[in-house]
């Protein structure tokens, strides 16, 4: 369910940021911008942590049992495989903690606090990048005043906000990797091909651009084009000919097509 920025209780939080990765990064950008209150950065990297929270102003802290009690927020931002395994634990009365992975189900906070959820930044995300780009959040709580306050949360620093439960975060997740992991994949393949036949890769980014603004306004349905589309057999069979030294490329570019070829 989208919530849009239109009456959302919007207040200043005061939040303990535990990790020190991309995510823990980007998110004390938008939150400090966003008028909230980053008092303590954790993180077992204590050069990161320390530079990190710094950049925050806040303290640095080490350890889980020095973590303090007297914040509002408490933002888990570290791998997913780290969080499954229980790397950080935190003992809290109620008051807020979250994580921020999309394939991970919010109950792997239970037993923290009494309040819990998920604040699931929906963008691929570099600390480098600058300026930030617009990052869709996802939210998700134990309980309508968890969900409450990540709506205000979500809304200082996002235009786009979502309710979104476990399955269909994972589902989101699942259609992120396909959309962009596996297509950026495929932007390695093809930058490999040129740079072994001396093309500019460069050439490519003009097309990829104009695919992706075509779908802000049309479905992807109708946008597909290429000799697949067109059943023209001919260009795809000399594609596959140009393709034989190259299996691993050739055997992706079967496949895509044989696929374009059965779903028009």
């Known amino acids: 369910m989208l919530i849009t920025g239109v009456g959302l209780k919007k207040e200043s939080m005061r939040i303990v940021l535990a990790g ?9 950008k938008k939150l ?19 530079v990190l929270a710094d950049k925050c102003g806040a303290s640095t802290c080490f350890s889980l049992k020095d973590i303090t009690q007297q914040a509002e927020l408490y933002i888990i931002a570290i791998a997913d495989t780290a969080l499954v395994e229980g790397a950080v634990r935190l003992a809290l009365k109620d008051q807020l903690v979250v994580h921020t992975a999309g ?8 037993g923290m606090s009494s309040c819990y959820g998920v604040l699931y930044p929906y963008q691929t995300i570099r600390k480098e990048v600058e300026p930030l780009p617009e990052i869709p959040f996802m939210i998700d709580g134990n309980s309508v005043s968890a ?15 979502i309710l979104a439960n476990d399955e269909q975060r994972m589902q989101y997740h699942l259609c992120a990797v396909m959309t962009v992991n596996f297509s950026n994949y ?9 740079n072994k ?8 980014l003009p097309l990829a651009d104009e695919t992706v603004r075509r779908m802000h306004h049309f479905s992807p349905r109708q946008v597909q084009t290429g000799p697949a589309v067109r059943k023209d057999n001919s260009t795809i069979e000399q594609h ?6 190259e299996p691993a490329l050739r055997a992706l570019y079967k496949l895509f097509s044989d696929q374009i070829l059965n779903h028009f």
């Open 197 to 204: 036949h001396g093309l500019d890769f460069s050439i490519l």
């Open 147 to 161: 969900k409450e306050k990540l709506t205000g949360l979500a809304g200082s620093i996002a235009s786009k906000v």
């Open 32 to 50: 400090k911008a966003a008028g909230h209150t980053i008092v303590q950065v954790y993180g077992r990297n204590h050069i990161a942590a320390a």
């Open 20 to 28: 020190t990765g991309n995510v823990a990064i980007v998110l004390s």
């Open 240 to 245: 596959l000919e140009m393709l034989t030294q």
């Open 103 to 110: 394939s991970v189900s919010m109950e792997v906070l239970k």
């Open 186 to 194: 495929l932007y390695v393949l093809a930058e490999d091909f040129c």
